[in-house]
T-cell receptor, first 116, second 114 residues
Framework: KQEVTQIPAALSVPEGENLVLNCSFT??????LQWFRQDPGKGLTSLLL?????REQTSGRLNASLDKSSGRSTLYIAASQPGDSATYLC???????????????FGTGTLLAVQP | ETGVTQSPTHLIKTRGQQVTLRCSSQ?????VSWYQQALGQGPQFIFQ???????GRGNFPPRFSGLQFPNYSSELNVNALELDDSALYLC?????????????FGPGTRLTVT
């Protein structure tokens, strides 16, 4: 059974600091991995999608890496800003016979607070 | 801008009642998935609809059911509501039933069961 874990559960950093969020998964047979941002009481905003054949993806100040063999992904945020404060979730999409499923397995998230 | 919309935004129901939540998928998307997110937890997969048929289900009882319409919009129905059904319900759409496309989430419906 695929399990996704995110560490730390919460993180507080001063504005301008670079930071890394961690995500680990138990089964390396994934189709892809996706990082999301969630503001309090709101839906999910997709940040980065990494296919299983890729090692990393970048968008602006965000960089996500994927190491399938070790079951790990990291989300690097450069020069953090107060507007980055949110919960960050990672999710893996599984393989199924004939291709991937739409079922995403989520971690419980990392609550990030960037202090001005 | 994702284009996925959900209604209503908030809902309060009493234990034992029935509820229907609605989702309009992003233009061009033919697959809809539903997730339940309890407070402080990650979303849990409920089921997926493709071409008006359920083609994937998570570990949820049969009182959770759904529909997808010809325009690809979808409904989630929950019968015999329980207190533990209180959660944020998220709808996600994507462009392929074989799940190749990236999923885009709506803003969610906050359901409170008293």
């Amino acid at each position: 059974k695929q399990e996704v874990t995110q560490i730390p559960a919460a993180l507080s950093v001063p504005e301008g600091e670079n930071l890394v969020l961690n995500c680990s998964f138990t089964d390396s047979a994934i189709y892809n991995l996706q990082w999301f941002r969630q503001d309090p009481g709101k839906g999910l905003t997709s940040l980065l999608l990494i296919q299983s054949s890729q090692r990393e993806q970048t968008s602006g100040r965000l960089n996500a890496s994927l190491d399938k063999s070790s079951g790990r992904s990291t989300l690097y945020i450069a020069a953090s800003q107060p507007g980055d404060s949110a919960t960050y979730l990672c999710a893996v999409r599984l393989f199924n016979y004939g291709g991937a499923t739409n079922k995403l397995i989520f971690g419980t998230g990392t609550l990030l607070a960037v202090q001005p | 801008e994702t284009g996925v919309t959900q209604s209503p935004t908030h809902l309060i129901k009493t234990r034992g009642q029935q509820v229907t939540l609605r989702c309009s998928s992003q233009s061009g998307h033919n697959t809809v998935s539903w997730y339940q997110q309890a407070l402080g937890q990650g979303p849990q997969f409920i089921f997926q609809y493709y071409r008006e048929e359920e083609n994937g289900r998570g570990n949820f009882p049969p009182r959770f059911s759904g529909l997808q319409f010809p325009n690809y919009s979808s409904e989630l129905n929950v019968n015999a509501l329980e207190l533990d059904d209180s959660a944020l319900y998220l709808c996600a759409s994507s462009s392929s039933g074989r799940a190749i496309g990236e999923q885009y989430f709506g803003p969610g419906t906050r359901l409170t069961v008293t």
